[in-house]
């Protein structure tokens, strides 16, 4: 068994020589485990893993680690011309970095840290179709079709455009994954290109707008097909990285910042108020300045008293009833029996 692989691997790795692409496919897939493993052993809290490198309480991502091997692997094979053994070293290299990078691919999307969240999950999506595109070229698919040592130019032309277009028409209709792996696999992007549009698609927008029956249909088959792929989706990616925090791990600092908007903004209402009751008692003594600069109208002065007095015993005016057409006799006006008798109004000049 061992020896059928190893003849295998000679044949169809060495000879075809990819070795080079071969370790960076072994390189990506071992980092990528490793790296999960080991955040998740840090989440879990298990005391005799090593946690976080944090020197100087400044918590270095393995996103840099990963940017490092890059680096490395990139400048090293332009540095030995690509000869061998070397390019195999630093293939291996360049593939731990791709791994170890695109596993916070969605911190530097969002330029936050949502490792945890449900952001967090393009990262996986990130690794899964990197990991597929790689394979794809190590078992001999090339991008959009083209065929190593095809005569016809013609021909490689139309094959090339007629993928690309139909790959296009598959990412517009929101099937991220069918288009993606059509560049590689000519035949499956046919089969996004042919299917109904998701239902948030751009391809939805523009050509089911029109046409409620087939966006009903395209809503109903969401809900039933697509729903239950994101649900194997979900189970199958919380099975590789581990499933999501319900509550943001920055959901500490957002509360210390939404505290703080809180508090400026009682501070401002209560300046404001504040400002508010002292234009009032500014308006109150210029009224009262006013009147204190005026002569005092005896007259006005005991009519402003009589309107005080009504305010605080209740309505002074008498209610006359008007007679009834074909009564004995007409009604007597009706007054408050608390009320005083009311005085005659002094004559006008």
């Avoid at 596993?103 to 969002?110: G, K, N, Q, S, W």
Wanted: charged fraction near 20%; aromatic fraction near 8%; hydrophobic fraction near 45%.
């Amino acid at each position: 068994m061992i020896s059928a692989l190893l003849d295998g691997y000679r044949e169809h790795i060495v000879a075809a020589h990819k070795q080079p692409l071969f370790l960076l496919l072994t390189g990506f897939i071992c980092s990528f485990v490793l790296i999960r493993f080991s955040v998740r052993m840090i989440r879990a809290e298990v005391r005799w893993w090593p946690g976080n490198i944090t020197p100087g309480g400044l918590h270095i991502h393995h996103m840099v680690f990963g940017l490092g091997f890059l680096l490395l692997g990139g400048i090293g094979v332009f540095a030995t011309g690509g000869r061998s053994p070397w390019i195999d070293l630093f293939g291996l290299c360049f593939g731990i970095g791709c791994g170890l990078v695109l596993d916070e691919f969605a911190l530097i999307l969002h330029l936050d840290d949502v490792y945890w969240g449900e952001q967090g999950r393009k990262s996986v999506d990130a690794v899964i179709l990197g990991i597929l595109v790689t394979a794809l070229l190590l078992t001999g698919y090339v991008p959009l079709g083209v065929v190593p040592g095809q005569d016809t130019r013609w021909g490689l032309i139309a094959v090339i455009s007629v993928n690309a277009l139909v790959s296009i028409v598959a990412l517009l209709k929101g099937k991220m994954w069918t288009g993606l792996l059509g560049i590689m696999v000519p035949g499956l992007s046919w089969i996004g290109a042919i299917r109904l549009a998701r239902p948030g698609s751009p391809w939805a927008r523009w050509r089911y707008t029109g046409r409620p029956r087939r966006m009903q249909r395209a809503v109903r088959r969401e809900r039933l097909l697509h729903a239950r792929a994101d649900r194997a989706r979900t189970w199958l990616f919380d099975l590789i990285a581990g499933a999501p925090d319900k509550v943001p791990a920055h959901h500490a600092a957002t509360h210390r910042v939404a505290e703080r908007m809180a508090a400026r903004a009682t501070a401002h209402l209560d300046a404001h108020a504040a400002r508010a009751l002292a234009r009032r008692h500014a308006r109150l003594a210029d009224r009262r300045a006013t009147s204190a600069a005026t002569p005092v109208d005896p007259v006005r002065q005991d009519r402003a008293s009589l309107r005080r007095r009504t305010v605080r015993a209740g309505r002074h005016r008498t209610y006359a009833v008007r007679p009834t057409p074909g009564a004995p006799e007409p009604h007597t006006s009706y007054r408050h029996p608390r009320l005083p008798h009311p005085q005659p109004r002094p004559p006008r000049h």
